[in-house]
């Protein structure tokens, strides 16, 4: 015969009262978008051509010019500029030979806002 | 004999002119540190951990807390609240059985403003 162990549902002694513990503070998929576009800027790289991309003349870049200050080569910055403009950080354009990549400032906005809204939380 | 084949330091005719192309938004080492964070909340459970303890009382939340609101076993939680905490978003300190995690505002905020200062850049 087995008998099964409660989970402990209810707060501790110790905990704070009145917390909803069991409901997550983000929705399973803000959380799975959130992840997604965090993935994107997990690579020093990516982050780097973010930055430049940023910082170039009205937040546009032209793929040829951003080879040299990451120190890769143009398949693999290409590559890395590709996941960015798949997680709608970067939106790419082609201009005859050359790929150009502007910002999305709404989307890197809208990252910041998320974080932002994590410390809100703590009050 | 052999020539070496200068990098092309200088702008290109069409790029904006004043831009320093080549010299990277960050320095490596910050692009190493911000992705390094980033990969940290780049799983959608990690972003759920973050979230739901920010919402709980002074921001901490005891593990035995955390395992129903992300659906997942205490081993697989309490190992991304460790990458949380080797990330700085999070502090650990054990606490007889149980292990409760507190939200570490400073470094949620520091990387909030690291995305915030890439959209101030566009200017």
Do not use: N
């Not at 990516?46 to 793929?63: G, H, I």
């Not at 790929?99 to 906005?109: F, K, Q």
Request: glycine share 4%.
């Amino acid at each position: 015969m087995t008998t099964t162990v409660p989970l402990p549902l209810a707060p501790t002694a110790d905990a704070g009262c009145c917390t909803p513990e069991r409901a997550p503070a983000v929705t399973p998929d803000t959380a799975q978008d959130l992840a997604r576009t965090f993935k994107a800027l997990a690579d020093p790289a990516r982050v780097q051509l973010l930055a430049t991309v940023a910082a170039s003349p009205d937040a546009e870049a032209c793929v040829c010019d951003l080879t040299a200050p990451v120190g890769l080569s143009q398949p693999t910055v290409s590559h890395h500029l590709k996941i960015l403009v798949e997680a709608g950080l970067l939106h790419r354009e082609q201009r005859g030979r050359w790929a150009y990549y502007r910002l999305v400032p709404d989307a890197v906005a809208a990252l910041a806002g998320a974080l932002t809204a994590v410390t809100a939380a703590d009050d």
